[in-house]
């Protein structure tokens, strides 16, 4: 007898958290859908009242996201120059492009004859084998270095910043 009373408890108590969680996820997407109805161009808060439904109160505060914003977030992009078999090239990149993403977009353009062939080896990333035509040889290999430095990942693991300066080199190892 007392273990058909757990028995019940236990359905019960399972019920009644089944309905609360239900009733919970219905409120939780009036919510949203109340918030969705709010014009773009304001700046709401959700606020609870003691009748638990949701108010948007406009934040008059909080800066607006404006097409002049937009555009002055777009400008901030990666100038990176790339130097090669004494050729220079220069492109803009979005923020966190890669040496690979910038040789790529170089390749895109139409005014530069610009082309390579790089490998992809697994967990280093792309490696560099041919630029323009001119292949690594034995002993000799593509090495590119950013400001200077010699580079120690392959070039789409490198994350470029605006002003890096990448130049390529045939090197022996």
């Not at 693991?157 to 605006?162: D, F, H, N, T, W």
Request: hydrophobic share 35%; net charge positive; charged share 20%.
């Amino acid at each position: 007898m007392k273990n058909r009373k757990y028995i019940y408890l236990i359905v019960l108590s399972l019920c009644l958290l089944a309905i609360s969680l239900f009733l919970h996820n219905n409120s939780h997407k009036k919510i949203q859908t109340k918030l969705a109805s709010v014009p773009k161009s304001e700046s709401v808060l959700p606020v609870k009242t003691s009748s638990n439904e949701t108010q948007k109160i406009v934040n008059e505060n909080i800066p607006k996201v404006t097409s002049e914003t937009q555009t002055t977030q777009a400008l901030k992009n990666t100038e990176v120059t790339l130097s090669v078999l004494g050729n220079t090239y220069t492109t803009n990149l979005k923020n966190g492009a890669t040496v690979y993403d910038a040789m790529l977009s170089i390749e895109n353009t139409k005014d530069d004859n610009f082309s390579f062939v790089a490998n992809n080896y697994s967990g280093l990333g792309y490696f560099v084998d041919e630029i323009d035509g001119v292949k690594g040889s034995p002993g000799k290999y593509w090495i590119y270095y950013v400001n200077n430095k010699k580079a120690s990942v392959g070039v789409s693991k490198y994350i470029l910043k605006s002003g890096d300066v990448i130049n390529w080199k045939q090197e022996g190892m």
